[in-house]
């Protein structure tokens, strides 16, 4: 308050009365911090100044390590190797037809854990994979750094295909109602624009629930979802666009029950 010399703290909950935890927020690099880290990270080489498309692909890396490593990641020692990393990812992705494609144009925290969850598939044992570990998003973004030093940031799908991705962008630009679902989708009016941000939500609701339906019971999914007395598979279709939506707007489709 305005004059008062105390402070106040106000916790917020979600709809459910869970709270989360805190969360710091450090200033953005600008200028020529941004431009030193668009170069760190092989965004940029030339010796003139960082274009502007350069910039933004580069805050989205700093974002994208905060947001794994915590804010201070700056600060830390082995920052400027796992930025370098980041940028390999975003390379390689770019280089990469079968998934550089609408609907996953830009270098997201979602593709970046496909990508880590393919990463820590071919280093453990067939069966359950244990949870993510800091060591996990190290190695990975280690081992894209010293692919990009070696002169190798060729397409992803090289090093670590994401074949169920590339299918479902792949079968985007041939839907020609793909603005019609994204608006259905994400709730939007019928005359509203849909551009690359309404396609990468469209992509990656579709992306997360079909995880969920390619190893469940589809009458007993569409029941779950649509709160059904019982099993109905004829249904599924509906079931199917109910928990996109549901994922568009943050919600987890493996908590069945919460959709």
Request: net charge positive; proline share 9%; glycine share 8%.
């Amino acid at each position: 308050r305005h004059n008062d010399p105390q402070s106040y703290v106000n916790l917020l909950t979600d709809a459910r009365g869970r709270a989360h935890p805190w969360v710091m927020f450090r200033p953005e690099p600008a200028g020529d911090a941004l431009d030193l880290r668009a170069r760190t990270a092989g965004l940029h080489t030339g010796a003139g100044p960082v274009p502007d498309p350069e910039r933004e692909r580069t805050l989205r890396l700093v974002r994208a390590l905060r947001e794994v490593f915590g804010p201070e990641v700056d600060e830390s020692a082995a920052y400027p190797r796992l930025l370098r990393g980041m940028g390999a990812l975003d390379l390689m992705h770019r280089a990469d037809p079968a998934l550089n494609r609408d609907g996953a144009r830009r270098f997201t925290l979602d593709l970046y854990e496909q990508i880590l969850a393919r990463h820590r598939s071919a280093g453990h044992a067939p069966g359950p994979v244990p949870p993510v570990t800091a060591d996990d998003h190290r190695r990975l973004l280690t081992d894209a750094a010293a692919r990009l030093d070696a002169g190798r940031p060729g397409p992803l799908g090289d090093w670590l295909a994401l074949p169920h991705l590339a299918r479902l962008l792949a079968g985007l630009p041939a839907s020609p109602q793909r603005e019609h679902l994204a608006r259905q989708i994400l709730g939007l009016d019928a005359t509203a624009p849909v551009g690359e941000s309404e396609l990468s939500r469209l992509v990656w609701a579709s992306f997360k629930v079909a995880l969920v339906t390619s190893r469940v019971d589809r009458g007993a999914f569409t029941a779950a979802v649509l709160h059904l007395p019982a099993p109905d598979p004829t249904r599924f279709g509906e079931a199917v666009t109910v928990a996109r939506q549901a994922a568009a707007v943050g919600r987890d489709p493996r908590r069945i029950h919460e959709l």
